[in-house]
């Protein structure tokens, strides 16, 4: 097990990079379309993925609050980005799905953000990439699971 200096340089190291991230976000508003808040990008890029859903289905998937996400579905109904519509099974389902213009401002969002990395990690070899992203799954998975078993 890592000794308390390891995890604490792991705490502060995980906090720089959860304030630093948030530049890819701004990095969206030089894409054609204004940038995403964090919960409409994960959102979209959810529902961009693996189609349409039901409410609960993607506050389970995104570890989130239903009401909250009702509240995101909403701003972005609003905004034009997602629609609802009746599950052709059970008319009673009510499935989230991403419109043309949200398919469209999530992909130019993501492709800014991709951009970004590129830059950040230029000088890094294709091993350290794949390290990386090996771990930052890593990460994010185990912070899931300690997360739901907390709830």
């Not at 979209?44 to 609960?56: D, F, K």
């Amino acid at each position: 097990m890592s000794d308390q200096r390891e995890l604490e340089t792991i705490e502060m190291e995980v906090a720089l990079l959860m304030r630093r991230a948030e530049a890819t976000r701004r990095a969206g508003e030089q894409a054609p379309h204004r940038a995403l808040d964090r919960a409409a990008y994960l959102l979209l890029r959810r529902l961009a993925e693996h189609g349409p859903a039901q409410i609960n289905a993607l506050a389970e998937a995104l570890g989130l609050d239903g009401s909250t996400v009702t509240r995101q579905v909403s701003a972005l109904e609003r905004d034009g980005l997602v629609e609802r519509s009746k599950g052709p099974q059970d008319g009673r389902v009510i499935l989230v799905s991403p419109t043309p213009a949200g398919l469209a401002r999530v992909e130019s969002v993501r492709q800014a953000r991709v951009a970004l990395y590129e830059q950040i990690l230029a000088n890094w070899d294709d091993a350290d990439r794949t390290a990386l992203s090996r771990l930052l799954a890593r990460l994010n998975h185990d912070m899931d699971a300690v997360i739901r078993a907390r709830t």
